[in-house]
Nanobody, 123 residues
Framework: QVQLQESGPGLMKPSQTLSLTCTVS??????????WSWVRQPPGKGLEWMGA???????YYSPSLKSRTSISRDTSKNQFTLQLSSVTPEDTAVYYC???????????????WGQGTQVTVSS
């Protein structure tokens, strides 16, 4: 059974670049059957799909975040990473990594999710 675990800093200052890593076990991130996504949920708001990396290594981004987002991977460690530049308090959220057959994760009932990591942006 696949397991995903997010890691990264919990507290950021405005204008910094957020970097989060998802470590995957029980499944390879190079398989062509799945997309590996980042999804976030700000306090009191719904889920927001941020972007994904396919098993081929191709990347896809939400248009609203594309200018600030980069997703990469380290196949030797079976990890993929999110970088979000120029963070503001509006980027405060719980960030999840997700494996799903859909590129854009439809919702919480789809795919396999990490437990999530809280990121707070504050000066």
């Amino acid at each position: 059974q696949v397991q995903l675990q997010e890691s990264g800093p919990g507290l950021m200052k405005p204008s910094q670049t957020l970097s989060l890593t998802c470590t995957v076990s029980g499944g390879s991130i190079t398989t062509n059957d799945y997309y590996w996504s980042w999804v976030r949920q700000p306090p009191g708001k719904g889920l927001e799909w941020m972007g994904a990396i396919a098993g081929s290594g191709s990347t896809y981004y939400s248009p609203s975040l594309k200018s600030r987002t980069s997703i990469s991977r380290d196949t030797s460690k079976n990890q993929f990473t999110l970088q979000l530049s120029s963070v503001t308090p509006e980027d405060t959220a719980v960030y999840y990594c997700v494996r799903d057959r859909n590129m854009v994760v439809p919702g919480r009932g789809f795919g396999s999710w990490g437990q999530g990591t809280q990121v707070t942006v504050s000066s």
